[in-house]
Protein backbone atom coordinates (compact mmCIF):
# COMPACT_ATOMS: atom_id res chain seq x y z
CA UNK A 1 0.00 0.00 0.00
CA UNK A 2 1.12 3.65 -0.77
CA UNK A 3 -0.28 6.74 0.24
CA UNK A 4 0.82 9.83 -1.50
CA UNK A 5 0.58 13.32 -1.64
CA UNK A 6 0.43 15.43 -5.15
CA UNK A 7 0.54 19.19 -5.38
CA UNK A 8 -0.90 20.74 -8.40
CA UNK A 9 -1.45 23.92 -9.77
CA UNK A 10 -3.74 24.82 -12.43
CA UNK A 11 -6.62 27.74 -13.93
CA UNK A 12 -10.25 26.53 -14.39
CA UNK A 13 -12.16 29.31 -16.61
CA UNK A 14 -10.03 31.94 -14.93
CA UNK A 15 -9.84 30.56 -11.81
CA UNK A 16 -6.30 29.74 -10.18
CA UNK A 17 -6.50 26.40 -8.04
CA UNK A 18 -3.30 25.02 -5.96
CA UNK A 19 -4.70 21.21 -5.14
CA UNK A 20 -2.94 18.97 -2.55
CA UNK A 21 -4.89 15.76 -2.86
CA UNK A 22 -3.93 12.34 -1.36
CA UNK A 23 -4.19 9.63 -3.36
CA UNK A 24 -4.06 5.96 -2.07
CA UNK A 25 -2.97 2.75 -4.01
CA UNK A 26 -2.53 -0.62 -3.48
CA UNK A 27 -0.14 -2.98 -5.81
CA UNK A 28 -0.13 -6.37 -6.33
CA UNK A 29 3.21 -8.46 -7.99
CA UNK A 30 2.30 -10.37 -11.15
CA UNK A 31 4.83 -13.14 -11.81
CA UNK A 32 7.82 -10.04 -11.47
CA UNK A 33 6.30 -7.08 -11.78
CA UNK A 34 4.37 -4.59 -9.68
CA UNK A 35 1.26 -3.34 -10.84
CA UNK A 36 -1.19 -1.10 -9.79
CA UNK A 37 -4.25 -2.80 -7.98
CA UNK A 38 -6.28 -0.26 -6.39
CA UNK A 39 -6.39 3.70 -6.84
CA UNK A 40 -8.33 6.79 -5.04
CA UNK A 41 -8.00 10.37 -5.19
CA UNK A 42 -8.96 12.33 -2.07
CA UNK A 43 -9.85 15.74 -3.59
CA UNK A 44 -9.09 19.11 -0.93
CA UNK A 45 -6.80 20.40 0.27
CA UNK A 46 -4.07 17.68 2.47
CA UNK A 47 -2.81 19.36 5.99
CA UNK A 48 0.56 18.75 5.44
CA UNK A 49 1.80 19.37 8.86
CA UNK A 50 0.41 15.90 9.93
CA UNK A 51 3.07 14.46 7.77
CA UNK A 52 5.82 14.58 10.91
Do not use: A
Not at 29 to 38: E, G, P, R
Not at 44 to 49: A, F, I, M, R, Y
Amino acid sequence: MCIITLGSKFSYEGTLNFNLPTVTSIFKKLSNDWKIHWIQRSSGDSDLSLWV
